[in-house]
């Protein structure tokens, strides 16, 4: 690790007024880069280097200076990370005076910049991670074996293992982009504590993606982890939008997953739908409505669609009442409030304007997801 200017200079700030004494920061090469004297910045500091040589403190008094070019009277001490010399720092002043702030002092710079250099891998490992969800998410490799192998090698993620992705959506805020990108990293740090998270990016500043476990949950339409998901971010000002994808492994699963997540965001805003848990499993005739090929729509919009634009909101709320009820007459009129006589003459009413039977398997099929076509056409 290489101790750089920067560096030094956010040490020398932390120090700043804490310390009776000038100090310096030596990088390996024993030249100065951060001083509380910015006339001794980039000179060689020959104190330095012999500490460096001989990996132990050096105490110059001040008879001792001119043995030693560049230094003044003060404490020289080796800066160490992992068992390995990465610079040095000096304390100007009597060694006397100085020996009992050196070692402490010594000490608290090693921890900043042991913090610091956490931070910066910590920074490159999420910017990896991030890329790596990209080209899952996004298809961006050639390969998928060479994204899970990739996976386990830089990021000990073992994709065979079954995740359901998870997108939060964030509404805009009007704060800066780095007060919010601030807060909303430390609540997906907490969500990470708290649910079983698998991997998390930030595809964006407004989505986060989640690679959850526990598909037994996902399966069996429990909703636990997403409504923790929802306590967290309201309790740090946040609110978001979920959107949830069927378990998958694998990197191509996960992307299938992915594009189920996203699909079920984009439905809710299509069908205008309130609340803020959305599973790809919840929408049913609508989702197979945006898959089925266009070809297929067009065919049976050519001969049905102006029918079906012609119909009022009760022969539709009628229609689609009796197909949620699975055909039970007794049901759908209890639902709807009318007398069951009222339901069948309804739906004799559709059968004729449309030309599609509801009480038949295959044309309330083909009459559902009309519907569902008209339904996201006029929003």
């Not at 050639?142 to 192998?149: A, G, H, M």
């Not at 997953?257 to 996203?262: I, Y």
């Not at 848990?277 to 049976?300: A, K, P, V």
């Not at 039970?328 to 059968?351: C, D, G």
């Amino acid at each position: 690790m290489e101790i750089t200017a920067q560096l030094g200079d956010m040490v020398l700030n932390k120090l700043n007024g804490l310390l009776p004494c000038s100090v310096n920061i030596m990088n390996i090469e024993g030249r100065i880069v951060s001083s509380s004297d910015p006339s001794r910045i980039g000179n060689i500091h020959s104190g330095a280097l012999h500490v460096l040589r001989n990996n132990k403190p050096l105490y110059l008094y001040p008879d001792d200076t001119d043995a030693f070019a560049g230094t003044k009277e003060g404490v020289n001490l080796p800066l160490t990370k992992n068992g390995r010399n990465i610079g040095v720092i000096g304390m100007t002043g009597h060694p006397e005076k100085l020996v009992n702030v050196m070692q402490i002092t010594k000490a608290a710079v090693e921890l900043l910049i042991a913090q610091h250099h956490s931070a910066i891998e910590t920074m490159w490992h999420e910017r990896g991670l991030s890329l790596w969800v990209q080209d899952v998410m996004y298809g961006r490799s050639e390969t998928d074996v060479s994204l899970d192998s990739y996976a386990l090698t830089h990021f000990q993620i073992n994709t065979s293992s079954k995740c359901s992705i998870i997108l939060i959506e964030f509404d805009q805020a009007g704060e800066s982009y780095r007060h919010v990108r601030e807060r909303r990293s430390r609540l997906a740090a907490l969500l990470i504590k708290h649910i079983p998270v698998h991997f998390s990016a930030f595809l964006h500043e407004r989505l986060l993606v989640l690679g959850v476990r526990n598909e037994n949950k996902f399966e069996s339409g429990d909703r636990t982890i997403e409504n923790l998901i929802l306590h967290h971010a309201d309790s740090h000002g946040e609110s978001i939008t979920i959107g949830v994808g069927f378990p998958r492994c694998g990197a191509s699963g996960y992307k299938v997953s992915f594009e189920q997540a996203k699909k079920s965001l984009e439905l809710r805003r299509k069908l205008d739908l309130s609340g803020c848990i959305f599973h790809i499993q919840d929408f049913g005739i609508h989702r197979l409505t945006t898959e089925i090929s266009d070809r297929w729509i067009e065919d049976y919009w050519d001969i049905y669609g102006s029918r079906i634009k012609e119909l009022d909101i009760v022969s539709i709320e009628t229609c689609t009442t009796f197909f949620e009820k699975n055909f039970n007459v007794k049901e759908t009129a209890e639902s709807l409030f009318i007398h069951r006589n009222t339901l069948l003459y309804r739906l004799e009413k559709i059968k004729d304007r449309i030309g599609l039977n509801p009480n038949l398997f295959q044309d309330a099929v083909i009459l559902s997801l009309l519907l569902s076509v008209h339904k996201l056409k006029i929003k």
